[in-house]
């Protein structure tokens, strides 16, 4: 089970920092990863971070703002997001992946309950 929070109001030029509690022993098996859904707009893969966090992969909108971090001790996952955007604004979901493929086009597997983040101009 996926537990987003961190969510809120904030105005163009803030930062946010997302978090996402995991449930279960097996947190550091899965490759994680965040999405986000605007109104009207389908899901859009945003971030992902491997097993160990060696690795990570932005989609270029969020690049140099965006910053995906891990701690498998706590079974957590973190999208710190610096510089916001209003095209930021929308409901950001954490996932977790079972493959060992990074990346947008990998399947997610558990996805949790989604956390608006709303940007103001």
């Known amino acids: 089970q996926l537990q987003a929070s961190g969510g809120g109001l904030v105005q163009a030029g803030g930062s946010l920092r997302l978090s996402c509690a995991a449930s279960g022993r097996s947190f550091s098996t899965y490759i994680m990863g965040w999405f986000r859904q605007a109104p009207g707009k389908e899901r859009e893969f945003v971030s992902a971070?491997?097993?160990?966090?060696?690795?990570?992969f932005y989609i270029d909108s969020v690049k140099g703002r965006f910053t995906i971090s891990r701690d498998n001790a706590k079974n957590t996952v973190s999208l710190q997001m610096n510089n916001l955007k209003p095209e930021d604004t929308a409901v950001y979901y954490c996932a977790a992946s079972r493959t060992n493929i990074i990346g947008p086009s990998s399947p997610y597997d558990y996805w949790g309950q989604g956390t608006q983040v709303t940007v103001s101009s």
């Open positions: 971070i491997t097993r160990s966090g060696s690795h990570t």
